[in-house]
C-alpha cells in the first residue's frame, strides 16, 4: 500500500495532464521557458527518493505492469531503477496522469475530492 499522499499524486497527475496538453510527450526537451513544465519538474525534484520511488511504482501499477497484489515488486523494481532521470521520464510518460489515477484506484483510493478543490 503506498505511503506518499494522496493528495501529492493526485496534484502530479493534475499537472502532467496540463503539460501534456501544451507539450507533445514525443518532444526529448520541451521549451526551457514553459512555466509548466518546470513546475512540474521542480515539484518531482523536491519529492524525497522514497516519494519518488512510490510514484514511480504507482505509475506501473496504474500502467499494468504491476497489480495491487505486486505492490512490493512493483516498489523493488522502483528502487533499483531510482536514478536522477526520474522526472523527466515520468513527465515524458504521455498518460501518467491516467496511470498514476490507475494506480492510486488499485488501492481504493482517488483523486475525485482533491480535482474539486482550488489549486
Same mark, same amino acid.
Given at each position: 500500500m503506498p505511503t506518499i499522499a494522496t493528495d501529492k499524486v493526485c496534484f502530479i497527475a493534475i499537472m502532467a495532464r496540463e503539460v501534456h496538453a501544451k507539450v507533445p510527450p514525443f518532444e526529448e526537451n520541451p521549451a526551457s521557458d514553459d512555466a509548466m513544465y518546470q513546475e512540474l519538474r521542480d515539484y518531482l525534484v &523536491?519529492?524525497?527518493?522514497?516519494?519518488?520511488?512510490?510514484?514511480?511504482? +504507482?505509475?506501473? !501499477?496504474?500502467?499494468?505492469?504491476?497489480?495491487?497484489?505486486?505492490?512490493?515488486?512493483?516498489?523493488?523494481? &522502483?528502487?533499483?531503477?531510482a536514478d536522477a532521470r526520474e522526472p523527466a521520464? +515520468?513527465?515524458? !510518460?504521455?498518460?501518467l496522469s491516467d496511470y498514476l489515477e490507475e494506480g492510486l484506484a488499485a488501492f481504493g483510493l482517488g483523486c475525485t475530492d482533491f480535482e474539486k478543490r482550488d489549486l
Open positions: &523536491a519529492l524525497d527518493v522514497d516519494e519518488r520511488v512510490e510514484l514511480l511504482a +504507482l505509475m506501473w !501499477t496504474g500502467r499494468g505492469d504491476f497489480d495491487a497484489s505486486e505492490w512490493d515488486d512493483a516498489m523493488a523494481e &522502483a528502487r533499483a531503477t521520464y +515520468l513527465i515524458g !510518460t504521455p498518460l
